[in-house]
């Protein structure tokens, strides 16, 4: 298995609604990453699991949560949105984090594509 | 922190002509260096990287130049195809001073068209 799954392919929620991303790998990949994507913007980077531990929150807000309950899977809960908070909403891994001389390849996967009413 | 800076924002080439992106970034100790594409409504796709110890890679049609002293590095398509058609990203790993874990950062991508 060489992908990373995303459910639900779509999702409209209103302001006042709970719901959850879910994303999953089985390669192995011990870091795991939530992006945030507007239309004809790069990929912005919301979190980082390095071995299922957080390791970076680029200064999200509290009304999402990410959650990794172990290697394979990474979730992000959503309570409270904003209508601009609708975009897509890529996962991804690395067989291990970024940086230094152990970088590895980042593998996204198709999105979840969020609106807000 | 990085800055990716990317041009152009929009490219527009003749089928089997060449295309060239720049980017260019800030962080000297950044070391690893992607370019993804990504059609429209589908997932960012690594299509070649190249690494701070090599100057050049190739990978058929699509190369990749890294200058460090310079902090640039360009990807260059060849005999361009429509279905070249898609947004491509750059983007660059940095490094941090503690020596922990940097992330990519995206530069804001180019929109190519192969016309046919």
Known sequence: D???????????????????????????????????????????????????KLS?????????????????LLNLHLHALQPEDSALYLCASSLKPQGGSGANVLTFGAGSRLTVL | GENVEQHPSTLSVQEGDSAVIK?????????????????????????IDIRSNVGEKKDQRIAVTLNKTAKHFSLHITETQPED???YFCAASFGTLDGSQGNLIFGKGTKLSVKP
């Open chain 1, 56 to 72: 970076i929150n680029e200064s999200v807000p509290s009304r999402f949560s990410p959650e990794c309950p172990n290697s394979s």
């Open chain 2, 85 to 87: 058609s898609a947004v």
């Open chain 2, 23 to 47: 980017c260019t970034y800030s962080d000297s100790a950044s070391n690893y260096f992607p370019w993804y594409k990504q059609e429209l409504g589908k997932r960012p796709q690594l299509i």
């Open chain 1, 2 to 52: 060489t992908e990373v799954t995303q459910t639900p392919k779509h999702l409209v929620m209103g302001m006042t609604n709970k719901k959850s991303l879910k994303c999953e790998q089985h390669m192995g990949h011990r870091a795991m990453y939530w992006y945030k994507q507007k239309a004809k913007k790069p990929p912005e980077l919301m979190f980082v699991y390095s071995y299922e």
